[in-house]
């Protein structure tokens, strides 16, 4: 069965720094997100993207966000400049449409583990 | 704006027993309803995926239902096993007319099932 993929597992990184956390989604999916999950806390949305282009994004997604898919395969989520408290879970998820019934299906990644030091 | 919550935040059971998860959500104008389970630091596994226009749900010993009336949906699992003891999620999508995309997912229920 086809899944989302996420890379690395585990980053560690030090304040300040630059982040890109990786996804690869599924093959014949157009629609994708970003999700985080601060230790003990919801699940949150972040952004979504179609097209090459954000099509709904969160307050928490700032201009230290950026997200892109630089070819055909992946889809990045960028933090410019990491703080203590962006240490989360990041989730990535795709679907091959947006409302139509079980093709709208939001899969999701085994995530991204970001610890800031 | 929707909120999910889950009752209850913890909950542990002897092996064997049927029990129920909760979710509650403040918007009935829902798309569809989700329940995920997640492992200690692990990522969401989806269970059960109920639409707007289904009432229940059913894979092997798990069974969802949804109620928009009253804003609940329920997890049931039946005969539980120590396999079983993680976090259940539930998450919510909306309308296209709330002109959102995302889901929103609720605090989460806590299983311990002791051997």
């Known amino acids: 069965e086809p899944e989302v993929t996420q890379t690395p597992s585990h980053q560690v990184t030090q304040m300040g720094q630059e982040v890109i956390l990786r996804c690869v989604p599924i093959?014949?999916?157009?629609?994708f997100y970003w999700y985080r999950q601060i230790l003990g806390q919801k699940v949150e949305f972040l952004v979504s993207f179609y097209n090459n282009e954000i099509s709904e994004k969160s307050e928490i997604f700032d201009d230290q966000f950026s997200v892109e898919r630089p070819d055909g395969s992946n889809f990045t989520l960028k933090i410019r400049s990491t703080k203590l408290e962006d240490s989360a879970m990041y989730f990535c998820a795709s679907s091959e449409s947006l409302w139509r019934g079980n093709t709208d299906t939001q899969y999701f990644g085994p995530g991204t583990r970001l610890t800031v030091l | 704006k929707q909120e999910v919550t889950q009752i209850p935040a913890a909950l542990s059971v002897p092996e064997g027993e049927n029990l129920v998860l909760n979710c509650s959500f403040t918007d009935s104008a829902i798309y569809n309803l989700q329940w995920f389970r997640q492992d200690p630091g692990k990522g969401l596994t989806s269970l059960l995926l109920?639409?707007?226009?289904?009432r229940e749900q059913t894979s092997g010993r798990l069974n969802a239902s949804l109620d928009k009336s009253s804003g609940r949906s329920t997890l049931y699992i039946a005969a539980s096993q120590p396999g079983d003891s993680a976090t259940y999620l539930c998450a919510v999508r909306q309308p296209p007319s709330r002109g959102t995309y995302k889901y929103i997912f609720g605090t989460g229920t806590r299983l311990k099932v002791l051997a």
């Open positions: 109920i639409q707007s226009s289904q």
């Open positions: 093959s014949n999916h157009l629609y």
